[in-house]
């Protein structure tokens, strides 16, 4: 119960915690199953919570699907919370990003286009939203 008051967990994630204290795992699938039907236990909370974490910290889609992936979660919640961004928001983020990271420096020849649309894919942007970030930020 300490887990849970500190943040949301996945059930594997979860799992893993309370194996690491020897107990039998027939003991923690009941224990999961009461958190989970007393709704103290939930993957969609979990995942609905890191979305917003990651996307505040400037982590794109991509990023973060495979991060909620490496923690087990069902591809589906993550699919339906990823998606439940719309486009702009995830334009703005990294807008947000690349300001960030350019500071007052904004000359954007083309060495710097390829460094940037680079940067902006290593935190999990798709192309799609690269382009259109970088194309946006030129014009401005």
Same mark, same amino acid.
């Given at each position: 119960?300490?887990?849970? !008051?500190?943040?949301?967990?996945?059930?594997?994630?979860?799992?893993?915690?309370? !194996?690491?204290?020897?107990? #039998?795992? &027939?003991?923690?699938? #009941?224990?999961?199953?009461?958190?989970?039907?007393?709704?103290?236990?939930? +993957?969609?909370?979990? &995942?609905?919570?890191? =979305?917003?974490?990651?996307?505040? @910290?400037?982590?794109?889609? &991509?990023?973060?699907?495979?991060?909620?992936?490496?923690?087990? =979660?069902?591809?589906?919640?993550?699919?339906?919370?990823? @998606?439940? &961004?719309?486009?702009?928001?995830?334009?703005?983020?990294?807008?947000? =990003?690349?300001?960030?990271?350019?500071?007052?420096?904004?000359?954007? +020849?083309?060495?710097?286009?390829?460094?940037?649309?680079?940067?902006?894919?290593?935190?999990?942007?798709?192309?799609?939203?690269?382009?259109?970030? =970088?194309?946006?930020?030129?014009? #401005?």
């Amino acid at each position: 119960m300490d887990y849970l !008051s500190r943040r949301e967990h996945s059930r594997y994630e979860l799992y893993q915690k309370l !194996s690491k204290h020897n107990f #039998e795992r &027939v003991l923690i699938n #009941e224990q999961l199953e009461k958190l989970a039907n007393e709704n103290l236990l939930s +993957d969609q909370r979990y &995942v609905e919570a890191f =979305v917003d974490s990651r996307k505040r @910290n400037g982590k794109g889609p &991509v990023k973060i699907s495979a991060e909620l992936l490496e923690r087990r =979660v069902d591809e589906q919640l993550i699919y339906n919370s990823i @998606n439940q &961004v719309d486009d702009d928001e995830w334009l703005g983020i990294a807008k947000t =990003v690349l300001e960030k990271k350019l500071g007052n420096n904004q000359q954007l +020849d083309y060495d710097n286009q390829l460094k940037l649309m680079k940067f902006l894919s290593n935190r999990g942007f798709t192309m799609d939203q690269i382009k259109t970030t =970088v194309e946006r930020f030129k014009k #401005e």
